[in-house]
């Protein structure tokens, strides 16, 4: 019997019709075809995995994560400017901790996304889960970062050694705090006490000598200090109450 050509090829488009094949974005499904893999829609950026343009506003939510704007407002705001959910933490930085946007409270623990991130906790897993803290201080820059989860959360400017007495580079941890520590070595007082894993190096804030002169804050930005990392006023007390015993810290 022959077969119509032509019937063929309409049964075959039509086929392709009722059987549409699934859409994939980076080897995972894309319902949208916005080039954002569903399970990244859900979990990350927690936009409309069934609308390739979540806000409506004529651009994918695809272009608009990938140009730093925000998927979720119509108007042409910045992911670091926009805070949907109004907890303190933008919407950039909803993404890099995978908190939703969309809740104040993404676990549920009683506390803001914000709030539990400012104070070193996992704003997503609760239970007093502790996000990584961890410190890198630049010695060309004069500059030390404070990290979560590897993340550059806060930077101070910082004194350390000078040429003669340098501070010394590698990988450290903290070994111990003491709230005003005394140098018998040079005979001041060394307040915020973060003692590393280098013989007689720590990071502290600005010294304060036995006749009450603390060296003054001009000194940050230049290695003027005996190997130690000085840190300002509000910055050292800063980076004591926020970095436990066992932190990393890279000197480079």
């Not at 506003?57 to 990938?66: A, G, H, L, R």
């Not at 996992?122 to 007093?128: E, I, S």
């Not at 603390?214 to 509000?234: F, K």
Request: aromatic share 12%; net charge negative; with cysteine.
């Amino acid at each position: 019997m022959l077969i119509n050509r032509n019937l063929i090829k309409v049964l075959f488009i039509a086929s392709w019709f009722f059987f549409v094949p699934s859409v994939w974005a980076n080897g995972l499904p894309d319902a949208d075809r916005d080039a954002v893999p569903d399970k990244d829609e859900m979990e990350i950026y927690y936009t409309d995995p069934y609308n390739a343009d979540t806000d409506g506003d004529s651009y994918s939510d695809f272009d608009e994560i990938n140009t730093g704007f925000s998927p979720h407002n119509p108007a042409a705001v910045k992911l670091i400017d926009s805070d949907l959910d109004m907890d303190g933490l933008s919407d950039a930085w909803e993404i890099k901790f995978k908190s939703n946007p969309t809740k104040a409270d993404s676990d549920g623990d009683g506390f803001n996304d914000g709030e539990e991130v400012e104070a070193g906790f996992d704003p997503v897993k609760g239970d007093g889960y502790k996000l990584d803290v961890s410190l890198n201080i630049n010695l060309a820059k004069q500059t030390l970062d404070y990290l979560l989860n590897g993340f550059v959360w806060r930077s101070f400017p910082v004194s350390t050694g000078k040429a003669s007495t340098p501070t010394p580079r590698g990988t450290f941890v903290v070994l111990n705090k003491i709230d005003r520590a005394w140098s018998r070595t040079y005979g001041l007082w060394m307040p915020y006490w973060l003692g590393l894993s280098s013989p007689g190096i720590g990071i502290h804030e600005l010294p304060v000598w036995p006749s009450g002169y603390r060296e003054g804050e001009n000194h940050l930005g230049t290695p003027v200090s005996h190997g130690c990392i000085r840190l300002g006023l509000d910055s050292a007390a800063y980076i004591y109450a926020h970095t436990e015993r066992g932190a990393k810290v890279i000197i480079y």
